[in-house]
């Protein structure tokens, strides 16, 4: 168990990321209207007024000046790679941050998001955030490490998807930041509580991001009077998807606890590309905008997403076993394939009707 000082310096972590969080974000609403950063109501947004979109700028300001000042707290440090990666997750952050606001401004089409995304994995990888093996459900062993390049590919895909898959999450108030809070607090419990040794230090990554979205949550939950905008999704999902890997893959952990989400933006994927339509282009099809179509209350929905994803995180922690772990995910797939036929025959069956 974590002595009386690592209590104490996770205290102070949480607690000031939250309070630096919920100071910045009168900032952000006011740099949002003077920047004209704001998300107005039409086509598949239909909240009722004029919003400020820069909130990301609480995440991003809190998470990293905490993440900056827990490096000089006393708690043990045993990787002697944590300071490279550390550096390459402020770094990389940075540059998605200051993507995303300009995406904000000027709203820059699929392509360019792919590349900055690209540009940003590929910061991580450099500085050694990449995944090298993985744990096999089967057998219950670690793999053998990969040739470099396949460490590369997976882990550029990886990052990708996080940023993408957090970024199409955001369309309902408090859905995204809801669920990477689940997240981080599923990847620091692992960290303290389940890994042998606990990895003290790099369990105070996790903690300041939850600080930070539990401030930003305050003014994000429905009715949201501050949006995160593409500043904050890409520099959440870039995030989540390098905490996953640091100190560890724990990537299968976050595959219970964001499998909703992933699943969704994979068959967003597969149905456009069925229909002959961009992929890459947003539409009401995503399971969180079918649920408020279907005339359902958007704090239900995203309750519902938050118990769906404590629910297969805390399978993620409870169990030792990899192929219980593989046998979740293969329930998980299952309940939410049969969610998205149910939702597409009765949209079907709306539209005959």
């Known amino acids: 168990m974590p002595d009386r000082t690592y209590v104490i310096v996770a205290c102070v972590v949480f607690v000031c990321a939250f309070v630096l969080s919920v100071a910045v974000v009168p900032l952000a609403k006011w740099l949002s209207f003077r920047w004209n950063i704001v998300d107005r109501p039409r086509g598949r947004h239909q909240h009722r007024r004029p919003t400020p979109k820069l909130g990301g700028l609480s995440l991003y300001v809190s ?21 490279i990666r550390l550096a390459g997750l402020l770094l990389g952050g940075l540059f998605i941050f200051v993507f995303g606001l300009l995406d904000d401004l000027f709203e820059f089409g699929p392509l360019p998001q792919y590349f900055a995304q690209l540009t940003a994995a590929a910061i991580a990888v450099f500085f050694r955030i990449f995944i090298e093996t993985f744990n096999n459900p089967f057998t219950g062993q670690q793999t053998d490490p990969w040739p470099f390049w396949v460490t590369v590919t997976l882990s550029l895909f990886w990052l990708g998807l996080m940023m993408n898959t957090v970024n199409w999450l955001d369309g309902v ?17 692992n960290s303290v509580f389940r890994l042998d040794p606990p990895q003290l230090s790099v369990s105070l990554l996790p903690l300041a991001l939850m600080g930070s ?26 995030t989540v998807g390098a905490l996953s890997i640091i100190g560890g893959a724990k990537v299968a952990t976050i595959l219970l606890v964001m499998g909703l989400p992933l699943l969704d933006v994979a068959w967003q994927i597969v149905n456009r590309v069925v229909k002959g339509r961009n992929p890459g282009l947003g539409d009401r099809g995503h399971l969180h905008f079918r649920l408020i179509d279907a005339g359902l209350n958007p704090r239900v929905i995203v309750l519902g997403y938050y118990a769906f994803c404590a629910f297969f995180g805390g399978l993620a922690l409870v169990t030792t076993s990899r192929f219980f772990k593989f046998v979740a995910l293969v329930v998980m797939a299952l309940l939410v394939s049969v969610g998205f036929l149910m939702l597409t025959r009765r949209s079907r069956q709306s539209t005959e009707s």
Do not use: C, H
Request: aromatic share 20%; charged share 10%.
């Open 213 to 238: 979205v539990a401030g930003f949550l305050v003014f994000n939950f429905p009715p949201a009077k501050v949006f995160m905008g593409s500043n904050g999704a890409f520099f959440l999902g870039y």
């Open 63 to 83: 998470f990293t000046l905490v993440v900056v000042l827990a490096q000089v707290l006393p708690v043990p440090r045993f990787d002697s790679w944590e300071w």
């Open 173 to 189: 108030d408090g859905l995204a930041g809801g669920v990477v809070f689940i997240a981080a607090l599923v990847l620091f419990a």
